[in-house]
């Protein structure tokens, strides 16, 4: 069991659930809600009943994936809430991925003018990135997060015990965003991840405390993404165009799917036009796609993907921004490319072989 102490909360790794009662048995709250998904609902419901004791609380279901993190649940979340008499002394309980944790908390957040919540992560996603930061949101007009705010729930607790019942797909798609927390910032993390043999079948709990180490690092330097937080966009800048063009295909990309290439791609910006050497251009590149696989990139959607990259929000003006590898858990933000030096990254990741 490790606590991660950030200004103003508190995060729980390990067997939390003497942690989440005393949090609830010291604080007053009015009403507790609880919000799941169908699948959370099912595998995680029971562990939560099974280890609170004494609380009671209402439901909150919601139908699950990104599709619907949407204005539309926002309304059914709310609609549960008055119909609960939350009030803002009532306590909102997050159970499940980024997509329950971002709108739960959107939804707290705003509700009768803000009340309080707490994140309890299930994927491996949420349990890295998103319950750490205060980022909250939904998307709109299909712009991912396009609407949302920037608020800390009360505490975040982290038991890697929910990991058992994700599909291999998810979870290797949280653990790029580990691998991610490695190469811009950890040497020491990078060496663990890679001698990991299997990562459905290890322990993940020191990955996942020593990852949000490295983003509680930087969130706290740079809360609001002025500066140093964009170095955690490290193949996002690719990889979430790559995503938004794989959602509307008959081969959709998990989040971490995407981010993989995304950093095989920068990877190579990073060597081609920072100090990223050619011998760590190659371990990264063939780590990932040792784990990943390959997704052959169509040259057809290679202008979709410019555009998609150009509209991202971390730009400034028409400028696509980068963060670069130094080297091995060294990076620098606010770098920016050609685009034909880009789509050679694409074409990069294409020509590599498993
Ligand atoms: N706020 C941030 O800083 C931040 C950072 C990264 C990602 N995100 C957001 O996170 C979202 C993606 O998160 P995600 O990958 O967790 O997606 P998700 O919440 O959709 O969860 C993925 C799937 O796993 C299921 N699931 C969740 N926990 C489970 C468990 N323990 N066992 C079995 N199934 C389970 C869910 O029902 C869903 O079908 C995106 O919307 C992204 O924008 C936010």
Same mark, same amino acid.
């Given at each position: 069991?490790?606590?991660?102490?950030?200004?103003?909360?508190?995060?729980?790794?390990?067997?939390?659930?003497?942690?989440?009662?005393?949090?609830?048995?010291?604080?007053?709250?009015?009403?507790?809600?609880?919000?799941?998904?169908?699948?959370?609902?099912?595998?995680?419901?029971?562990?939560?009943?099974?280890?609170?004791?004494?609380?009671?609380?209402?439901?909150?279901?919601?139908?699950?994936?990104?599709?619907?993190?949407?204005?539309?649940?926002?309304?059914?979340?709310?609609?549960?809430?008055?119909?609960?008499?939350?009030?803002?002394?009532?306590?909102?309980?997050?159970?499940?991925?980024?997509?329950?944790?971002?709108?739960?908390?959107?939804?707290?957040?705003?509700?009768?003018?803000?009340?309080?919540f707490i994140q309890i992560p299930t994927t491996l996603l949420a349990q890295v990135d998103a319950s750490i930061?205060?980022?909250?949101?939904?998307?709109?007009?299909?712009?991912?997060?396009?609407?949302?705010?920037?608020?800390?729930?009360?505490?975040?607790?982290?038991?890697?015990?929910?990991?058992?019942?994700? @599909?291999? /797909?998810? $979870?290797?798609? &949280?653990? !790029?965003?580990? *691998?991610?927390?490695?190469?811009? +910032?950890?040497?020491?993390?990078?060496?663990?991840?890679?001698?990991?043999?299997?990562?459905?079948?290890?322990?993940?709990e020191d990955l996942i405390y020593r990852s949000l180490l490295v983003k509680q690092n930087v969130v706290e330097?740079?809360?609001?993404?002025?500066?140093?937080?964009?170095?955690?966009?490290?193949?996002?800048?690719?990889?979430?165009?790559?995503?938004?063009?794989?959602?509307? @295909?008959? /081969?959709? $990309?998990?989040? &971490?799917? !995407?981010?993989? *290439?995304?950093?095989?791609?920068? +990877?190579?910006?990073?060597?081609?036009?920072?100090?990223?050497?050619?011998?760590?251009?190659?371990?990264?590149?063939?780590?990932?796609?040792?784990?990943?696989?390959?997704?052959?990139?169509?040259?057809?959607?290679?202008?979709?993907?410019?555009?998609?990259?150009?509209?991202?929000?971390?730009?400034?003006?028409?400028?696509?921004?980068?963060?670069?590898?130094?080297?091995?858990?060294? @990076?620098?933000?606010?770098?920016?490319?050609?685009?034909?030096?880009?789509?050679?990254?694409?074409?990069?990741?294409?020509?590599?072989?498993?």
């Amino acid at each position: 069991m490790k606590t991660l102490n950030l200004s103003d909360y508190k995060i729980e790794v390990g067997d939390v659930w003497t942690k989440v009662n005393t949090f609830l048995n010291e604080n007053t709250f009015s009403k507790l809600a609880v919000i799941v998904d169908e699948n959370t609902v099912k595998d995680c419901l029971p562990i939560f009943r099974e280890n609170v004791k004494g609380h009671s609380f209402h439901l909150i279901e919601i139908p699950s994936g990104e599709k619907n993190k949407t204005i539309a649940t926002c309304q059914t979340i709310w609609q549960r809430m008055m119909e609960h008499g939350l009030d803002r002394h009532s306590l909102v309980i997050n159970l499940g991925g980024g997509v329950i944790g971002d709108m739960g908390g959107f939804c707290a957040a705003t509700f009768k003018r803000g009340m309080a919540f707490i994140q309890i992560p299930t994927t491996l996603l949420a349990q890295v990135d998103a319950s750490i930061g205060g980022k909250l949101g939904i998307d709109f007009n299909e712009v991912k997060n396009a609407i949302g705010l920037f608020q800390n729930p009360k505490a975040v607790f982290i038991d890697p015990i929910f990991l058992k019942t994700l @599909s291999y /797909k998810e $979870l290797r798609s &949280g653990f !790029a965003e580990i *691998i991610k927390h490695g190469l811009i +910032a950890d040497v020491n993390l990078w060496n663990d991840i890679v001698a990991v043999e299997d990562i459905y079948d290890f322990e993940m709990e020191d990955l996942i405390y020593r990852s949000l180490l490295v983003k509680q690092n930087v969130v706290e330097q740079d809360p609001f993404e002025k500066g140093i937080r964009k170095v955690l966009n490290f193949g996002h800048t690719i990889g979430h165009a790559l995503e938004s063009v794989a959602l509307n @295909s008959n /081969k959709p $990309l998990l989040h &971490g799917e !995407a981010i993989a *290439i995304g950093m095989v791609c920068e +990877a190579w910006l990073s060597q081609k036009e920072n100090e990223l050497s050619a011998t760590n251009l190659k371990t990264i590149s063939h780590y990932i796609i040792g784990l990943y696989g390959k997704s052959m990139l169509s040259e057809t959607d290679f202008p979709q993907y410019l555009e998609i990259m150009s509209q991202d929000k971390k730009n400034q003006g028409k400028t696509i921004n980068f963060t670069y590898l130094k080297g091995l858990g060294s @990076s620098v933000f606010d770098c920016t490319s050609a685009e034909d030096s880009i789509l050679d990254s694409l074409r990069y990741y294409n020509s590599l072989t498993l």
